[in-house]
T-cell receptor, first 116, second 113 residues
Framework: GAGVSQSPSNKVTEKGKDVELRCDPI?????LYWYRQSLGQGLEFLIYFQGNSAPDKSGLPSDRFSAERTGGSVSTLTIQRTQQEDSAVYLC??????????????FGEGSWLTVV | DAKTTQPPSMDCAEGRAANLPCNHS???????VYWYRQIHSQGPQYIIH???NNETNEMASLIITEDRKSSTLILPHATLRDTAVYYC??????????????FGAGTILRVKS
């Protein structure tokens, strides 16, 4: 498709299990961003990729959270030993090169994660 | 932290223009003003952005004051489907930091019939 694609759209997992969330950015976009939004809360930045490297990981809340990007395209966000406070919608976004403020960032529809 | 200040909520009559204000008094010369909106926790939708000059597209107009310390997003003929949270964002510029978007609380716009 033409937009940012995320999967799964919904995921229910048991506390303590690991989960993987996938993001397929817009074709040709070298910059990729992960955000999360807890119910009723604002959008919280997690991590930024330029190509396959992640120069800004400042928003990852704990070492249970990690992300990788391969081939400069698809990215996977992994949450290990999930906790109930990890329940949120996880949003992925992409843009042309991230070093220009004029490059518009486009968001996907998100992956809703519920930890029970 | 977000570098913008917006009113928490606004109402607008259907068919009228919605004018959403935003203050960004500490904006730097190379920082852009972006507007997004979010409907029911869907992914944020890009609306418009600008640096210095006023901008217009099929969705909205962006008016930036000459000193760049504030701006206004204008939806010329608001419809019920424009009810959403509107975010005004000053985009952080800096090599290596990806110019990420830092979201504040936004303005809840309620369009009423």
């Amino acid at each position: 498709g033409a937009g940012v694609s995320q999967s799964p759209s919904n995921k229910v997992t048991e506390k303590g299990k690991d989960v993987e969330l996938r993001c397929d950015p817009i074709s040709g976009h070298t910059a990729l961003y992960w955000y999360r939004q807890s119910l009723g809360q604002g959008l919280e930045f997690l991590i930024y990729f330029q190509g396959n490297s992640a120069p800004d990981k400042s928003g990852l809340p704990s070492d249970r959270f990690s992300a990788e990007r391969t081939g400069g395209s698809v990215s996977t966000l992994t949450i290990q030993r999930t906790q109930q406070e990890d329940s949120a919608v996880y949003l992925c976004a992409s843009s042309w090169a991230g070093y220009s403020g004029g490059n518009t960032i486009y968001f996907g529809e998100g992956s809703w994660l519920t930890v029970v | 932290d977000a570098k913008t200040t917006q009113p928490p909520s606004m109402d607008c009559a259907e068919g009228r223009a919605a004018n959403l204000p935003c203050n960004h008094s500490t904006i730097s010369g190379n920082e852009y003003v972006y507007w997004y909106r979010q409907i029911h926790s869907q992914g944020p939708q890009y609306i418009i952005h600008g640096l210095k000059n006023n901008e217009t597209n099929e969705m909205a107009s962006l008016i930036i004051t000459e000193d760049r310390k504030s701006s206004t997003l204008i939806l010329p003929h608001a419809t019920l489907r424009d009810t959403a949270v509107y975010y005004c964002i000053v985009r952080v510029v800096g090599s290596g930091y990806g110019n990420k978007l830092v979201f504040g609380a936004g303005t809840i716009l309620r369009v009423k019939s």
